[in-house]
């Protein structure tokens, strides 16, 4: 019997770690496999080859090792004679059919995660985990491959299975780093493009095939295996993301178009009708640039496999959606928007995940990132389920993926959604189907510590960045910094006046007399936020209709209706946000699976004008900073006239700091009104700026020939005041000259 077989075969220890390996449940494969000292003053190389008929070391300077077999599971050893690890070799494996494979050997590395990573992740503070858990490229001892880490702290084994490997679970077990439940191999000759998934083996013995949630990249739909990357992009937006770190971005302009980039516009030669990240880029950069808009926020382009939930039920917290590019097409996406001056919002999901078999759900067999008990772990209304926020690695993903987007992709700023859902316990349950925090409260104290923790690091990371929360319920200090006790947000969505606008604009001009309130009460809360005005998506789908249809009256009605609407919305304090399609009142409902009616700018219908008023909205807005510059501070605005229900007639005024001043005139009935004194806080003469009205928007044209003069007559409180011309249903703007 050879020296090998005398050592190897009888070591029980040795013994017990080839039977677990042989059955798929050793934690450390390394322990095993690789170079080892033999005692000798030599080496034993042990290789894991099932199936195999012969197996070689070939150790560099030209020395070769046959091996024997040690264990009838494919456990292979050959002793290196006056040689002692670490060892520059490589494995030649031949089969029976007359493959022939030879490889580096991953065993004889060490580990590509350090110990302060396994720390900081555990702590749930490493800001760039993503760094080092899921597959990436690496050089290691002079040896290009793939590093692969996976955390999966209940697993009883994880392999990498993959395109370089047949899918053969058997074949690269990972090795267990320790408590903290991170799995690691690294597996040299792996390059950019190979796919990958983890084979979890769990405690019960069941194997789970996952894929990455750390992937840089994944495969369309219905395909679900995560892709090795390589990045080869250069920026070119130094000077833009240099100049943003300076901005207070409360204080200035922020028109923002929301854009579902599937359905924007389609490809009519491509089957799919998806344009690309590339063909999107120039044509949404030249139409955000035309319309005026300061940023498009993007519906989620994190990889989802249901296009229906329009990508707000995530898979892929670190990788674009495959089906219009590659990350590196979505980076020069984001590269043309910042050419063009337009920055790039990104809508995030931190709130829930999907209940996908082969992505986070019961990841290791255990409730891992979301909770056990479904009174916190699942959602009700989604059918989706809910982070674990309690947990230090969940957190920890959580957090880095939000700096990744901003990070990696120079996203500009998150809109964080459904943030009501995630500070209350209770968020679509009924009694008994919640369970209460440990004061006997109903907010989720977890998640509030998050949301912090998360605009905390943003603000700190990024100077400069947008964060906004979609949050529809009176939690105080959403946007205000979380050393006063706020969440941390720069922006909270006003959903407020989101409903009652719409809710106003919906009643018969003959009854808006008696919903005045809605219209006005917004001022009564107007600066206790930070607030966007957001026209989105959600209000243009389920049965909603679109902004257009919500309206009453004729087809002339109703565009004229639209215009206020947004006119109103433009000068009301606080950011303005509205869905592609509303800007050229789209008639029918959004649907994610075509196109926007394009069409409907042709022909003369009334629709090109809402979309000029809208560009015209937007650079008058651009050009007058108080519009924006003291949109949080209530000494900015002041009502001229806020109480002539019976006309349903609202007159008031926007200041900025230097002393500029805009004053805002709407009269939301289809009866022109001659004459109409109206205060104005200066006198001499006072430019119309803009009137939706005017021909060239589809209106009447009745207006005021340019502007109009202030006389010494006191009115509405004002020292001066001017008898006017109001348009039916239309919205007057004007500046002193």
Request: net charge negative.
């Amino acid at each position: 019997m050879s020296r090998t077989m005398q050592d190897e075969r009888f070591t029980k220890a040795w013994q017990r770690d080839a039977d677990a390996l042989a059955a798929g449940e050793l934690a450390d494969p390394h322990a095993l496999l690789g170079p080892h000292p033999d005692g000798d003053g030599g080496a034993i190389v042990r290789a894991w080859r099932p199936g195999a008929e012969h197996v070689v070391v070939h150790v560099a300077g030209g020395l070769d090792y046959g091996c024997e077999l040690v264990h009838p599971a494919g456990v292979w050893a050959a002793h290196l004679d006056g040689l002692k690890p670490p060892l520059d070799y490589e494995i030649e494996t031949r089969y029976p059919d007359g493959v022939a494979v030879t490889a580096p050997d991953p065993y004889r590395f060490a580990p590509t995660v350090g110990e302060l990573d396994i720390h900081l992740a555990g702590e749930g503070r490493h800001e760039e985990i993503y760094e080092h858990l899921g597959g990436h490229l690496r050089e290691v001892d002079g040896m290009a491959g793939t590093a692969f880490a996976v955390w999966a702290p209940a697993a009883k084994s994880v392999a990498v299975v993959g395109d370089f490997n047949s899918w053969d679970g058997r074949l690269h077990p990972m090795r267990s780093l320790g408590s903290s439940g991170i799995w690691e191999l690294f597996l040299p000759g792996v390059d950019a493009g190979a796919l990958y998934k983890f084979e979890i083996r769990t405690q019960g013995g069941a194997l789970r095939v996952k894929t990455d949630p750390y992937a840089r990249q994944v495969e369309i739909s219905p395909k679900t295996a995560a892709i090795v990357a390589r990045s080869e992009h250069e920026w070119a937006d130094g000077e833009w993301v240099a100049a943003r770190s300076d901005q207070l971005q409360h204080e200035r302009p922020m028109s923002v178009y929301e854009v579902h980039l599937g359905s924007w516009r389609r490809d009519p030669d491509n089957p799919e009708g998806l344009l690309n990240y590339a063909q999107l880029a120039d044509e949404l950069a030249a139409y955000a640039t035309d319309m005026g808009f300061t940023h498009v926020e993007l519906l989620p382009v994190m990889a989802h496999p249901f296009t229906g939930s329009w990508g707000y039920q995530v898979t892929g917290y670190f990788a674009p959606d495959p089906r219009l590019g590659g990350p590196d097409d979505l980076k020069a996406f984001v590269d043309r928007m910042h050419e063009h001056g337009v920055g790039v919002l990104m809508d995030w999901v931190p709130a829930h995940f999907p209940r996908d078999d082969w992505a986070l759900a019961r990841f290791d067999g255990t409730a891992l990132y979301e909770h056990d008990d479904p009174r916190r772990g699942a959602h009700p209304e989604w059918g989706t389920l809910v982070f674990n926020f309690g947990r230090n690695e969940v957190r920890n993903f959580l957090l880095a993926s939000g700096l990744f987007w901003c990070e990696e992709y120079h996203a500009d700023g998150l809109r964080v959604d459904a943030v009501a859902s995630m500070l209350y316990l209770d968020y679509s349950r009924k009694a008994g189907e919640w369970i209460p925090n440990e004061h006997g409260g109903r907010e989720d104290l977890e998640a509030v510590a998050f949301l912090k923790e998360l605009n905390e690091a943003l603000h700190a990371r990024e100077p400069g960045i947008i964060s906004a929360a979609e949050e529809s319920t009176a939690w105080p200090g959403v946007s205000r910094p979380t050393y006063v006790g706020g969440l941390g947000f720069g922006f909270k969505w006003n959903m407020g006046w989101m409903h009652d606008t719409l809710d106003y604009f919906a009643h018969d001009p003959i009854h808006r007399r008696f919903h005045h309130h809605e219209l006005t009460f917004s001022l009564m809360y107007a600066f206790s936020e930070n607030f966007i005005l957001p026209l989105s998506h959600d209000e243009v789908v389920h049965g909603k209709g679109t902004i257009y249809s919500r309206m009453p009256g004729d087809h002339w009605q109703k565009l004229a209706n639209v215009r206020a609407l947004y006119a109103y919305q433009w000068a009301h304090p606080g950011k303005q946000l509205l869905f592609m399609g509303q800007e050229f009142a789209q008639a029918d409902e959004w649907s994610a699976e075509r196109s926007l009616d394009w069409h409907l700018l042709e022909g003369g219908s009334g629709h090109e004008g809402v979309q000029s008023l809208v560009r015209d909205l937007n650079y008058a807005y651009r050009d007058e900073p108080a519009l924006w510059q003291r949109d949080g501070d209530p000494e900015g605005f002041f009502w001229i006239e806020a109480n002539d229900a019976e006309n349903s007639v609202v007159a008031f005024a926007r200041t900025s700091r230097d002393g500029r001043v805009l004053v805002c005139v709407m009269n939301l009935t289809p009866v022109p009104r001659e004459g109409y004194r109206v205060g104005l806080p200066r006198g001499g003469r006072w430019r119309e700026v803009l009137n939706t009205d005017a021909e060239i928007y589809g209106g009447s044209g009745v207006g005021n020939l340019g502007g109009v003069d202030a006389e010494a007559l006191p009115w509405h409180g004002q020292e001066h005041s001017a008898a006017m011309s109001l348009p039916p249903l239309g919205v007057l703007w004007f500046a002193p000259e």
